[in-house]
């Protein structure tokens, strides 16, 4: 608890210049106290969860809100819940796989500008897309002693039918049991007959989604 009031107090202190923002911090606040940390609400029932201590910060408040929500008279649309877990289940996968890097991170990894790394990923030769005012480049997708994409990866992005990264993301580290492990581990194997399943099945995708 001290720690919390600490760092609510910086966060004050650093919004002391921005009247908006602090009043919005107040009502960020108050909202956790009423809908959260009220007797018998999210905070409380969760906390029974053994489950509840191995989530990551961004995750407990999703699985938070998602609950007060549901608590509510007139619940939001089910479309505003599912892109809620939409969201979470992609923050978790990525730590999954090693988390990501920045774009300055890759530009150095790969020698290239950041105008050359937009357009390696926009021409799908490179797994990312932007979040929020942020760009995501998960990490599995390089070989970072050899400074490169690993070559299997970029032979196959081009056979996925979707412009979505987060979808991209799925295909490639959702395990398969017809392959036997997920695309991503078998594509950073280089082994023949193991690329050729995945990229058959890479070219399946675009229909899958059209279902």
């Keep these: 608890m001290a720690a919390q009031g600490r760092e609510s107090g910086s966060a004050s202190v650093a919004l002391a210049d921005d009247p908006q923002a602090r009043e919005l911090l107040g009502r960020v606040n ?7 940390a009220s007797p ?6 969760i906390s029974h969860l053994p489950s509840a201590v191995a989530l990551d910060d961004l995750s407990l408040l999703t699985e938070l809100v ?3 929500w549901r608590r509510e008279p007139v619940p939001p649309p089910r479309e505003v819940l599912l892109r809620l877990r939409g969201e979470q289940a ?5 730590q999954a796989c090693g988390g990501s890097l920045s774009p300055v991170e890759v530009q150095q990894l790969l020698g290239l500008s950041g105008e050359g790394v937009r357009k390696r990923r926009d021409r799908k030769r490179l797994l990312g897309w932007r979040h929020g005012k942020q760009s995501v480049y998960p990490v599995f997708q390089f070989d970072l002693a050899g400074g490169r994409v690993w070559p299997a990866l970029e032979s196959l992005l081009p056979l996925l039918d979707t412009e979505s990264g987060p979808a991209q993301l799925r295909f490639l580290l959702s395990p398969d049991p017809e392959l036997g492990d997920t695309p991503a581990a078998l594509l950073c194997r280089s082994q023949p007959l193991a690329l050729e399943a995945v990229c058959r099945k890479a070219s399946q995708f675009g229909c899958q989604l059209a279902r």
């Design 66 to 68: 998602i609950d007060a």
């Design 30 to 36: 108050q909202l956790v106290l009423r809908k959260l």
């Design 90 to 94: 992609l923050v978790q996968l990525l």
């Design 40 to 45: 018998g609400g999210p905070v409380q029932e």
